[in-house]
């Protein structure tokens, strides 16, 4: 069965620096997303991509983040001058269509020191 | 105001026994709801959606519209289910709400 992949698996960044986080959607996947996890709270909606724009975002994506689709298959959201309070696990989902399932990859643990 | 609400941070039960997971939503419009399962060291699953009203690994969800409810049941519970279980919303958008999950355990 096809999957959401996402690299890398942690990733250990300095304050101040930029990341960009990696997603591979599913192929024939049109809408895709980003989410967030903090340790120890819920699972947040950070922004969602469709026809090559945002179609949608929190208040927690602000102005250090933004996500691309350089090349028709990867999927990336880049944190531009990263903080502590960024440290987190990152979710990236896929969706064939709306209204239909949204997949998820494993996501991605963000440390930031 | 969106927003779920999983009242148990962690449930344990005995395997054979009866589960259910509560879930509350609040959501002005008509939301369409969710169950994620979370096992170990694993993705984030879908385990059941309220249109499409099917048992998945024995499990039930019914929504209550008047009592803002979905919650998860199953009535013999394994040791297999041990999990992370997470309810969600999604409403006029495609975007998932969460609520804050429930380990269910279940012993031997």
Request: charged content about 20%.
């Amino acid at each position: 069965e096809p999957e959401v992949t996402q690299t890398p698996s942690h990733q250990v960044t300095q304050m101040g620096q930029e990341v960009i986080l990696r997603c591979v959607p599913i192929s024939n996947h049109l809408y895709f997303y980003w989410y967030r996890q903090i340790l120890g709270q819920k699972v947040e909606f950070l922004v969602s991509f469709y026809n090559n724009e945002i179609s949608e975002k929190s208040e927690i994506f602000d102005d250090q983040f933004s996500v691309e689709r350089p090349d028709g298959s990867n999927f990336t959201l880049k944190i531009r001058s990263t903080k502590l309070e960024d440290s987190a696990m990152y979710f990236c989902a896929s969706q064939q269509g709306m209204s239909q399932p949204q997949h998820f990859g494993d996501g991605t643990r963000l440390s930031i020191l | 105001a969106q927003r779920v609400t999983q009242p148990e941070k962690l449930l344990s039960v005995f395997k054979g026994a009866p589960v259910e997971l509560k879930c509350n939503y609040s959501y002005s419009g008509s939301p369409e709801l969710f169950w994620y399962v979370q096992y170990s060291r694993q993705r984030l699953q879908l385990l059941l959606r309220h249109i499409s009203r099917e048992s998945i690994k024995g499990f039930t969800a019914d929504l209550n519209k008047g009592e803002t409810s979905f919650h998860l049941k199953k009535p013999f519970a394994q040791e297999e289910d041990s999990a992370m279980y997470y309810c969600a919303l999604s409403g006029n958008t495609d975007k998932l709400i969460f609520g804050t999950g429930t380990r269910l355990q279940v012993f031997p």
